[in-house]
């Protein structure tokens, strides 16, 4: 609970910092609608970010990541996906990664086999109204570890000028057999080079976790904006109840990310 207030904090403290900008950029438009000539808007950056050392563990790194957000796209005899706020169908693609597991480098973790890093690809769809929206997402993991994994959540959506955009709302998250067996299954010859620290186990699919999320983003001049997350999860299911989490890691997962992201407008066809 004591890292939720943090993570909160932070975020109001970014809050109050950008809340002194120019009176000029009170006009920003934060969706500006894709003109005649435009055929994809997207915004795309990078960032810092707060989280535990791997899927369960006890221990926080800070890592970086990417951010993109797909705010429009016209494909000729296909049709016109997003281009405005407050309200209607969006769809786009979804992309995760997680880092490597090499299990020599944290005490709790030797004698397990080390996970090379994972990439997520897939596609997110959501509906928007004024003030809310629900999405779910779907991708394929591949590289260390292989399977399906996506999200389903709701949002409250709070805009107090057309600078900031803030969201918040529950999540649930799922995953494959496969990819729940390569991060949280222990095989009998791991928990032997363990010296039986962790015992034999076999991670099932379905629900991963449970938590909440907020993201919040400034437009501090145009097409230029600072992004901001936090989240608490916890792990439930087989997830929870493997020796990973349940011996060596925390159920309890928390993350804070900053980072610095521009959109771009480009006419493809």
Do not use: C
Request: glycine content about 12%; hydrophobic content about 40%.
């Amino acid at each position: 609970m004591t890292r939720v207030l943090f993570s909160a904090a932070l975020l109001a403290a970014f809050a109050a910092a950008t809340h002194t900008a120019s009176a000029a950029d009170a006009l920003l438009d934060p969706t500006p609608m894709a003109n005649a000539d435009t055929d994809l808007v997207i915004i795309i950056g990078a960032g810092g970010r707060f989280q535990p050392a791997y899927e369960g563990a006890s221990e926080t790194e800070v890592s970086p990541f990417p951010i993109i957000d797909l705010e429009y796209l016209r494909i000729p005899g296909l049709g016109q996906f997003g281009g405005k706020k407050g309200g209607g169908f969006s769809i786009g693609a979804s992309f995760e990664s997680v880092g490597e597991r090499d299990s020599s480098e944290y005490d709790d973790l030797e004698g397990l086999n080390d996970v090379s890093a994972t990439y997520q690809l897939g596609v997110k769809a959501g509906y928007e109204w004024d003030f809310a929206e629900i999405y779910g997402a779907a991708r394929y993991a591949f590289g260390g570890a292989h399977g399906v994994v996506g999200e389903i959540g709701a949002n409250a959506i709070f805009r107090p000028s057309a600078q900031w955009e803030i969201k918040a709302g529950p999540v649930v998250a799922f995953a494959s057999s496969d990819y729940m067996d390569t991060y949280f299954s222990v095989t009998p010859g791991e928990s032997i080079n363990t010296g039986g620290r962790l015992g034999a186990y076999e991670a099932k699919g379905g629900l991963k976790s449970a938590g909440v999320v907020a993201e919040a983003r400034y437009e501090f001049r145009p097409d230029w904006f600072v992004n901001a997350d936090a989240s608490y999860t916890r792990l439930v299911g087989d997830a929870a109840d493997s020796p990973i989490v349940s011996d060596a890691g925390d159920e309890n997962q928390f993350t804070f990310g900053l980072g610095l992201s521009k959109r771009f407008s480009l006419d493809l066809f």
